[in-house]
């Protein structure tokens, strides 16, 4: 069983910078696609970011290209979405997620494929 964790939520300034983590437990991160996702109150949940089991590949939301980056460490067990020039818009709870994908080093796109997911970390972006 894969159990994940976010941290690194926080208030902030429009135009500021945060680092969320997400820490797995139970079993290694090796072979399992990772993903960010969000949702903000009254709205869908939303990709925000994915990245492939290797870290070969990454794919960003429009909304957030240019300004997020997603990483993993598979050494520590951690995937990190580094957020710059945040804007309000932003704002939302923000969900880490797993998903097991042994013969394929790609990258998962849908809440609908992954098996995993932490609880969320809240950020809130002030103007």
């Known amino acids: 069983q894969v159990r994940l964790e976010e941290s690194g939520g926080a208030s902030v300034q429009a135009g500021d910078s945060l680092r969320l983590a997400c820490a797995s437990s139970?079993?290694?991160?090796?072979?399992?696609?990772m993903g960010w996702f969000r949702q903000a109150p009254g709205k869908e949940r939303e990709f925000v970011a994915a990245?492939?089991?290797?870290?070969?590949?990454?794919y960003y939301s429009d909304a957030v290209e240019g300004r997020f980056t997603i990483s993993r460490d598979n050494t520590k067990n951690t995937v990190s979405l580094q957020m710059n020039s945040l804007k309000p818009e932003d704002t939302a709870v923000y969900s880490c997620?797993?998903?097991?994908?042994?013969?394929?080093?790609?990258?998962?796109?849908?809440?609908?494929?992954?098996?995993?997911w932490g609880q969320g970390t809240q950020v809130t972006v002030s103007s």
């Open positions: 139970g079993r290694a991160f090796s072979f399992y696609a």
């Open positions: 997620a797993a998903k097991y994908l042994p013969g394929s080093d790609v990258v998962v796109i849908s809440p609908l494929e992954y098996e995993y």
């Open positions: 990245i492939s089991w290797s870290g070969y590949s990454t």
